[in-house]
């Protein structure tokens, strides 16, 4: 067995799972003493209940290494879905240079890849970034210098209530991972959770469903800022289907459907303008 080979037997023997204590030792590389007390600091913070995200700083998301840590939402699978969805819904021929509006943007990971994917499709897209938290966008401006992407502005805003009215009627694609857990719900998840921002997760409760208030405010404010045959494409709980297709059908969208995502959770809202 190699140095590094010892040095995952020891994480395991500490407590660390086989996975983790893989990516901890290949992330560190470690090589003198310096490193390896420096792995074994990481690795006491993993097994204090760190996500493993917040301890290496970065996470890889679609295309895209993320920097990422306590300011923002660590990046899901099911978001690479959505930007997935985005990508195949987006009517390119009705939209060939199209301006998107991400909504809460936190580390960037959705609108980031968006804007890189379409670039490589020769569709030179413009990327909105909104948050209301100062921290995020920091964030997401930094992912975005790292990637070397720009035609990107961040704006500061609680949803669409600071954006420029300018921008009403422009906008051909809004997409969002907005929050949706209950507050109540949250109190029964993984704590690890607790290390991640509150502000990213829980959301109000709504006369329509628990943890909805954010979903449904994005849903019954989107349209009027959508450009004709503009695409909502918005995350949501897994118990809010049903609330999230009553909105949409209450909003002014011509189409609404809403998808599961790969583990067969009800999780997608399309809505075209
Ligand atoms: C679930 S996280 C999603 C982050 C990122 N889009 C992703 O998928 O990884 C929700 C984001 O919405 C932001 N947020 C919460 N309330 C908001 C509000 N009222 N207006 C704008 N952004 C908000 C949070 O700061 C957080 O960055």
Redesign the pocket.
């Known amino acids: 067995m190699g140095a590094n080979g010892y040095l995952v037997t020891e994480l395991i023997g500490a407590g660390l799972n086989r996975r983790e204590a893989r990516w901890l030792v290949e992330e560190f590389m470690p090589e003198d003493h310096e490193s390896i007390a420096a792995l074994r600091r990481a690795a006491l913070r993993r097994l204090n209940g760190e996500p493993l995200q917040y301890i290496i700083g970065h996470w890889p ?1 679609r295309q895209l290494d993320l920097d990422v840590d306590e300011r ?5 699978p099911e ?1 690479e879905e ?1 930007v997935g969805l985005a990508l195949a819904e987006l009517d390119s021929d009705a939209h060939p240079a199209p301006v998107i509006l ?10 980031l890849s968006l804007l890189m994917e379409l670039a490589q499709l020769n569709i030179a897209a413009t990327l909105i970034c ?4 100062q921290d ?1 966008l920091a964030v997401a401006r930094s992912n975005a210098h790292k990637h070397g992407l720009d035609n990107i502005s961040f704006v500061a ?3 669409f ?1 600071a954006l420029d009215r300018s921008l009403r009627g422009t906008i051909d694609l809004i997409v ?5 857990v209950s507050a109540t719900e949250f109190e029964t998840l993984d704590p690890v959770l607790r290390h991640e ?1 509150l ?3 829980v ?1 109000e409760d709504s006369a329509l469903a628990a943890g909805f208030s ?1 979903v449904e ?1 994005i849903i019954r404010q989107s349209a009027p800022w959508l450009s004709p045959r503009g695409l909502l494409i918005c ?1 949501h709980g897994n118990m809010q289907r049903d609330a999230t297709l009553q909105a949409a059908h209450e909003a002014q969208f011509t189409h609404v459907v809403d998808l599961d995502d790969l583990f067969g959770n009800p999780r997608f809202l399309v809505a075209r303008r």
């Not at 969002?176 to 949706?180: E, G, Q, V």
């Open positions: 998301f923002v939402l660590i990046p899901r978001s959505l991400d909504m809460g943007c936190g580390s960037g990971a959705i609108g909104v948050d209301v938290s995020a805003s609680s949803w209530d969002a991972n907005p929050p949706y921002p502000g990213a997760l959301a954010d405010t995350e």
